[in-house]
């Protein structure tokens, strides 16, 4: 059976970070505004992590699964699958940075193993808690701005490390599974499921390796006839980062694009009120403790997240569809009840 300290009145929530990168900083922040108490392994920067953050540092990773009620994966895709069935075996709940897996396939395996074992696994898509975005699906799901219709996406910041794992599509996915796997996401969260996926890239891969910058495009068709335009675009050094989504209805369109304001744009018959859309301020919790927040509620018996593994699963398919058509230079159709037919009675 699972463990769970915090299910004991009183005891803090005790995590195993896996990993000491970049994003590990906003997961500590994550869980230190929840309470936990949190020890790290990772092959290289555990120390500093802890020093900054007030950690408690283990030698190897048998020995943090073996203190802790959750496991945190915030290392390289390629090594998600290992550590979350070796978390999953333990019987602890796993949150795992997106994606999930490097394949659908090994998102697959971790889910059996999960349903199996009886613990939880959710995928860390934190763009789901951004207020832009979830303020975007509330105007949809309410249905302001009537059937969506056309939805674009952009992404664009500067390349990973020059020579890091993220360049390697075995090992990272490249552009489409690292960054774009987001976007993707989102379209299938606020347009619905896909039924055909056609993507270009520029400049191409080349021997598995991709280019150091380099712009893509995937266009996905809804079951719902919509149509999803996602662009991706890792940049030289010193690009800002910038990410944009408008979402045009039937009755209106709703949009944002940062480094703005951070409003929300809507364009509708004036008779209908803007102000249930407009985000929160900057002294909002952070999207990251948000996520978080879900997911330990959801360990301790609460109610499912808003990003599940079936979801997870089929943002990893849909980058694999995309990769697919750039190859083939084709459409590639798409079913979801497909991806997860050999999951219906494995995935909750």
């Known amino acids: 059976m699972p463990r769970f300290a915090a299910e004991s009145e009183g005891a803090a929530l005790r995590v195993g970070l896996v990993g000491a990168g970049g994003i590990s900083h906003v997961h500590v922040a994550g869980w230190q505004a929840l309470g936990a108490d949190i020890s790290v392994f990772s092959k290289a920067g555990a120390d500093a992590l802890a020093e900054q953050h007030g950690l408690t540092v283990v030698s190897t990773f048998e020995e943090l699964v073996d203190l802790v009620d959750v496991v945190d994966i915030v ?11 070796t978390a999953i075996a333990a019987g602890r709940h796993v949150v795992c940075e997106k994606p999930l897996a490097a394949t659908s396939a090994e998102a697959k395996e ?19 808690y951004f207020p832009e975005y979830v303020a975007l699906k509330r105007a ?57 996926v056609y993507a270009v890239q520029n400049p191409p891969t080349r021997e598995g390796t991709v280019p150091a910058v380099v712009t893509a495009q995937i266009v996905l068709t809804h079951l719902s006839g919509a149509v999803s335009h996602v662009q991706g675009y890792w940049g030289p050094t010193g690009l800002t980062f910038r990410t944009s989504v408008d979402v045009a209805g039937s009755a209106g ?30 002294h909002a919790e952070s999207p990251y403790t ?3 927040r879900e997911f330990a509620a959801a360990f301790a018996g609460g109610p499912v997240p808003r990003i599940d593994l079936e979801d997870g699963i089929l943002a990893i398919a849909l980058a694999e569809a995309a990769v697919a058509s750039i190859a083939s230079g084709a459409a590639v159709d798409f079913n979801a009840d497909v991806v997860l037919a050999d999951l219906q009675e494995v995935v909750a």
């Open 75 to 85: 290392t390289p895709t390629a090594t998600h699958r290992e550590l979350a069935l």
């Open 253 to 282: 369109t709703v949009g944002y694009e940062s480094p703005d304001d951070g409003s929300i744009r809507m364009d509708m018959p004036a008779a209908t009120s803007a102000d249930d859309y407009l985000p929160p301020r900057t």
């Open 110 to 128: 971790i889910a059996r193993a999960a349903r199996a074992a009886g613990v939880q696994v959710y995928p860390a898509h934190v763009v789901r």
């Open 140 to 196: 949809i799901t309410t249905g302001v701005i009537g059937e969506p219709a056309v939805l674009r996406f952009t992404r664009a910041g500067e390349a990973p490390r020059a020579g890091s794992w993220f360049f390697d599509e075995t090992a990272g996915g490249g552009i489409v599974l690292d960054q774009m796997i987001h976007d993707l996401d989102q379209a299938r969260w606020l347009a619905g499921e896909v039924v055909q």
């Open 290 to 292: 948000l996520e978080l």
